[in-house]
Nanobody, 122 residues
């Protein structure tokens, strides 16, 4: 069994920063692409940023380009989201996503974390 566990959410004032972390644990054999998504109240879940296993391709939503930075440390099976210049519109539950091969399986499966709340408010 594989788990993705997020941390780092919280309450921050507009213009502030937060850093989210997501670690894959359990029967992890290989972690492929990882990403962050978010869902605000009354809205659909949307992509925030993704990063390939080699870190050579990164994709950001237009709404966060220039403010958010996604990165990963493969040795720790961990992906990060550095969020700067936060705006009230960034308030949402942030979910980690990973394409992972677990021990005993010969294919990539998709996993989601439980979500972490980010609230931007004065």
């Amino acid at each position: 069994q594989v788990q993705l566990v997020e941390s780092g959410g919280g309450l921050v004032q507009p213009g502030g920063s937060l850093r989210l972390s997501c670690a894959a644990s359990g029967r992890v054999y290989s972690v492929k692409a990882m990403g962050w998504y978010r869902q605000a109240p009354g809205k659909e879940r949307e992509l925030v940023a993704t990063i390939t296993s080699a870190g050579d391709r990164i994709n950001y939503a237009n709404t966060v380009k220039g403010r958010f930075t996604i990165s990963r440390i493969d040795a720790k099976n961990t992906v990060y989201l550095q969020m700067d210049s936060l705006e009230p519109e960034d308030t949402a539950v942030y979910y980690c996503n990973g394409d992972i091969i677990s021990y005993g399986l010969g294919y990539v499966d998709q996993y989601w974390g439980q979500g972490t709340q980010v609230t931007v408010s004065s």
